[in-house]
Nanobody, 126 residues
């Protein structure tokens, strides 16, 4: 049972990256899958969630309008398209699968996380 995030890298401000989260050993049916990031010295921040069964999406204020979460059912994979990246987006990004939604003024993430993968580093710098 594994979630693996990939697609991170170094990008200039204003650039784009697409992260992938592939699930192996289990299916994402009946799960909510979210992207969470953690920057050095900062708290973890839930950014976006997609409901696997219906495809409904949620975004935090900090990324709404810039990031897009999507899923490929055949590939058992979730994506995070990140556009107009800013230096403050620099962090380790990882994906998590769980049940329910935790939504606050500042973040959104699966409420009860059952699986969490290793992260991928995103660095936004000129």
């Amino acid at each position: 049972v594994q979630l693996q995030a990939s697609g991170g890298g170094l990008v200039q401000p204003g650039g784009s990256l697409r992260l992938s989260c592939a699930a192996t050993g289990f299916t994402l049916d009946d799960h909510e899958i979210g992207w969470i990031r953690q920057a050095p010295g900062k708290e973890r921040e839930g950014l976006s969630v997609i409901s696997w069964s219906g495809g409904r999406t949620w975004y935090s204020k900090s990324v709404k309008g810039r990031f897009t979460i999507s899923r490929d059912i055949a590939k058992n994979t979730v994506y995070l398209q990140m556009n107009n990246l800013k230096p403050e987006d620099t962090a380790v990004y990882y994906c998590a699968a769980g049940k329910g939604i935790y939504y606050s003024e500042d973040e959104v993430r699966p409420n009860v996380i059952e699986h969490r993968g290793k992260g991928t580093q995103v660095t936004v710098s000129s």
